[in-house]
Every structure is written in structure tokens, then in C-alpha cells.
């Protein structure tokens, strides 16, 4: 196993021994050392003080009150790809005893100690309860070794107490199912079921981490439903539990639960990154609110607008930033888009990119691949969809915005002697207007022409000429409004 840690973890395994100190591996390295996978970090634990950690490595990082010291390491030993300039940071604690946690998070005091099966003794599961010395020597006190082979998520000692702990725990033992497909002993499940109700008290930013590292692993879908099996989904997506045994209607063979758990098992399959994943999710999740009817014949009239109202909320309370809230919500919105062949031109559209966004419009394609597959349908990109990405690529390139335009506000005050307001902007909209049918008008001369016209408007006429998109309602949405009412169920 020696020949697995990267050089600048086994030089401060070395230095601390040299010194005189015990020195391990410890956490998640080494459950990831014996399942033969690659560490994403590394932890090493010794009986060497916090102070007598800082005389051997001087150039560290000591900020916190729990014994932890940043050793700074080359970029270059840790990893193969890393650069020789950058710097790593590897956390060597030192062997410790815990008291009570009133907060489930953080224990009440720290007891330093000289004994690593004690230390071993605070962790969470027993797959993480192992150290490894750099000779190879394995210290496992509670049989994790046994664990890892039988696939097992075991709580170390007594469940219930682990879990009042830190309560983030509880979804630290779903992510591991996730991720390592095993799973949970009888009575650690039990105890993650008892305790349920503690993830209220844990900030939503811990939360949050924990719901990408499930959405992101190979069995996401497997991990939203254990967080659903053991009653913690209700504190953290409690939107998603609504489309449980919701029938949809006769182009639906799923629930709206099973079908958004499809959707996500799809996108995982293909690799996609965090956020189509999280649309995939989420992308139904306004069914529920907007069903009328029931049977073969259900409508769901906009959930696609409820949906992403729902999503931006989700993803907001669970902090996560605002590009991905963003990308999101679009992505939810405009994911129950039209598209027929011959019915669509090239105008509708630019006016979809527009409308979406050149950066989102591959992904949104992702994401109806996922809803198509989500609901039992045999092919991902059929005829429609794949001639829709030709109209995209011949169309990619035309002007779709404002800052696209030959002209710009600056130019076009100049040219007409006016001063900064509404005036400009609805100028610089009906010319957009013009350009989005017609991309050849997108010329220094036609623009200016065409603005002296516009000008010679009232403010009622040039806002009505402005706004005409809103009247030219978008093809993807109304362009053969009838069937894709009919097909859709959908006003």
C-alpha cells in the first residue's frame, strides 16, 4: 500500500516519526486506499501536540481549537498533474477524545491523547474508523476492513450517539450508499431514522455539500431514495416528496416521483455536470401543484412556470450560489419546449436562444434528453430533436441580443441627438425585432435608417413596435398552440 501515498504524505508521516511521534493515515484515504480507489484527500492523525507539530513542519497553518494543523506540501508530491508552484494542504491532527456535542456539530471540549484506537473511536462509520502507517500496519479496532468487503455503512459504537453527534452524519451514511453502492446496517438505519428531525439544526450550507456529493455520484437516483426510505428528504428537498404516487396522463407510464428519479438516473448515466443533473430532478417538480383531473387525462397546466418558481426556491434556501440557482430555474423553465419540424423557422429559433440563452440552449437539450428517457420512451434525440440541433448550428451565430447589434445606445443618442432613457432601449428592442427575423438587416446603414424611422414614433407607437416579440408570441411555445395542447396537455 506504500506504493498508493503520494510522496508528500509519507514525508510528513516521516518527519513526524523521525521526531519521535506515532504518525497515520486515517479517514476516508484509507477506506478509498483499501477499495482500491483514488483518495480525494488526505488526513493523518499523531500523538504529536498541535505546538510540537509546528517545530517539525514551521511553515503551517494553525487557526482552529480542535488540534488540526495545515501542513503546507507541494502540489507536485500529492498529485501526479500537480504543479511544482502550488501548494496542497495536508491536515495532520492530533490523536483526540470528544465530549459532549450540544450543537451537533461541534464538541463541547477537546482531550488531546496518545492513543490512536480512541481517536479512531469519535469517527463516524466504521469504513472510516481505520489507520494506516506508512509501513503498511493497519490499526482497525472496529472491523471496518470486514465492513468495506461486506459493503456495509456501520456506525462506530453506539448509532444513536454518533448521530446526535453531528447530524450531518445522517446524510454522510446516504452519500456513502451513493457512492459506494453498499449498504446500511439494521441498526444504524434505525438510528438514522429516529434521528431524522436533527438535520433541522444543521446549517443548509453543510447541507447543501452533501446534496451535490449524492446528485454527483454514479448512484444518485439510489441516493435520493434512501434519503426519502429514511425519512430525511423531508428536510431537505421536502418539494420532491409531493410527486410521490402522483399518476400522470397517458403519455406518462411513471409517477411523477419515479419519472423525476428516471430523469436524474439519465443524466447520471451520461455524465453530465451538477446543474442538468439538478434540473433533471427537478425539472417535474411543479406537477404536483398545477394537476387538474386525474387519470389518462390529467393536465398539468404550467408546471414548467411553477416548477422553476419551486427550483429557484429549493436552491436558494439551500444556499447554493447564484449562477447555478440561475442556470437552474432556466433550465426547469423552458424545458417543455415545442418543436416540430416545418413549423418552427429559423426566426422562432433565434428568438428561443434568445429567450434561453446561447449558453444554457445545449444543456436544456440535455435535460429534454432526460425527461424523454424519464418517461419510458425508447430514444433520447429522436428525428425532431436532432433537427432542432441542426436549426441551432445554422443559426448560432446570428445576432440574438442587443450587444449584437452593428449599432449600439452610444451610437444610436449620437445619431439621433437624444438623451439616455426608455427611448433608447426601445429602439434598440424593435431593431433587435427586425434583426432576430432577418439577420442580413444587422448592418451600420440598415440600423440607422431604420432608427431615424423609429424615432419619428410616439412613445406609445415605438413601445408597441418594441414589444412586438410579446405579440409574435415564441413558435417553441405557441407556434402549433393546438396540438401542442392536445399532445402535451398543456394551455
Do not use: C
Not at 144 to 162: E, N, Q, S, T
Amino acid at each position: 500500500m506504500r506504493a498508493k501515498i503520494p510522496d508528500g504524505v509519507y514525508d510528513i508521516i516521516a518527519g513526524l516519526e523521525n521526531a519521535g511521534f506515532q504518525a497515520f493515515i486515517v479517514g476516508g484515504s484509507v477506506r478509498d486506499i483499501l477499495l482500491n480507489r483514488e483518495p480525494q484527500d488526505w488526513d493523518v492523525a499523531t500523538d504529536a501536540k498541535p505546538e510540537e507539530i509546528l517545530k517539525i513542519f514551521p511553515d503551517s497553518v494553525y487557526e482552529n481549537a480542535f488540534g488540526t494543523v495545515g501542513v503546507k506540501v507541494p502540489a507536485s508530491k500529492i498529485k501526479e498533474s500537480g504543479d511544482e508552484d502550488e501548494t496542497e494542504i495536508v491536515e495532520v491532527t492530533t490523536f483526540r477524545k470528544e465530549g459532549r456535542y450540544s450543537d451537533q456539530r461541534h464538541p463541547d471540549e477537546v482531550n488531546f491523547t496518545d492513543n490512536v484506537e480512541e481517536d479512531l473511536a469519535r469517527r463516524d462509520f466504521t469504513i472510516n474508523a481505520i489507520a494506516l502507517s506508512a509501513d503498511d500496519k493497519v490499526v482497525d479496532p472496529f472491523g471496518g476492513r470486514d465492513d468495506l468487503k461486506d459493503g456495509i455503512i456501520r456506525a462506530v459504537g453506539d448509532p444513536d450517539k454518533r448521530f446526535k453527534e453531528d447530524a450531518l452524519r445522517l446524510m454522510r451514511a446516504v452519500r456513502f450508499v451513493a457512492q459506494l453502492g453498499f449498504k446500511i446496517e439494521k441498526e444504524t438505519a434505525e438510528a438514522i431514522k429516529n434521528n431524522a428531525d436533527l438535520l433541522e439544526v444543521i446549517a443548509k450550507e453543510r447541507i447543501r455539500d452533501e446534496v451535490i456529493k449524492i446528485i454527483m455520484s454514479d448512484k444518485a437516483k439510489w441516493g435520493i431514495e434512501e434519503l426519502e426510505k429514511f425519512g430525511l428528504l423531508k428536510n431537505i428537498i421536502p418539494e420532491l416528496r409531493e410527486g410521490i404516487n402522483v399518476g400522470q396522463n397517458k403519455h406518462h407510464i411513471y409517477t411523477v416521483w419515479e419519472h423525476n428519479l428516471r430523469a436524474l438516473d439519465y443524466a447520471v448515466s451520461k455524465k453530465y455536470m451538477l446543474e442538468i443533473r439538478l434540473a433533471s430532478l427537478l425539472h417535474d417538480v411543479g406537477k404536483p401543484r398545477t394537476k387538474g383531473g386525474d387519470g389518462l387525462d390529467s393536465t398539468f397546466y404550467g408546471h414548467e412556470v411553477v416548477g422553476a418558481r419551486m427550483t429557484r426556491k429549493i436552491l436558494e434556501r439551500l444556499h447554493f450560489n447564484n449562477e447555478v440557482v440561475e442556470k437552474v430555474y432556466t433550465l426547469v423553465r423552458y424545458h417543455l419546449f415545442y418543436y416540430n419540424v416545418g413549423e418552427v423557422t429559423e426566426a422562432g429559433v433565434r428568438r428561443f436562444i434568445q429567450r434561453v440563452g446561447i449558453e444554457n440552449i445545449d444543456d436544456l437539450l440535455k435535460v429534454r434528453e432526460a425527461d424523454r428517457i424519464g418517461s419510458g420512451v425508447p430514444k433520447a434525440v429522436p428525428y425532431k430533436l436532432r433537427h432542432l440541433q441542426f436549426m441551432i448550428g445554422k443559426v448560432r451565430t446570428d445576432p440574438i441580443s442587443p450587444k449584437m447589434l452593428k449599432i449600439n445606445g452610444s451610437e444610436l443618442m449620437e445619431l439621433l441627438n437624444i438623451s439616455p432613457g426608455p427611448r433608447v432601449g426601445y429602439i434598440l428592442a424593435a431593431l433587435l425585432e427586425e434583426v432576430l427575423d432577418d439577420p442580413a438587416k444587422n448592418t451600420k446603414e440598415y440600423l440607422e435608417k431604420r432608427a431615424k424611422e423609429l424615432s419619428g414614433l410616439n412613445e406609445d407607437e415605438l413601445k408597441k413596435t418594441a414589444y412586438i416579440a410579446k405579440e409574435k408570441k415564441n413558435e417553441f411555445e405557441s407556434g402549433a398552440e393546438e396540438e401542442m395542447k392536445k399532445k402535451f396537455y398543456v394551455k
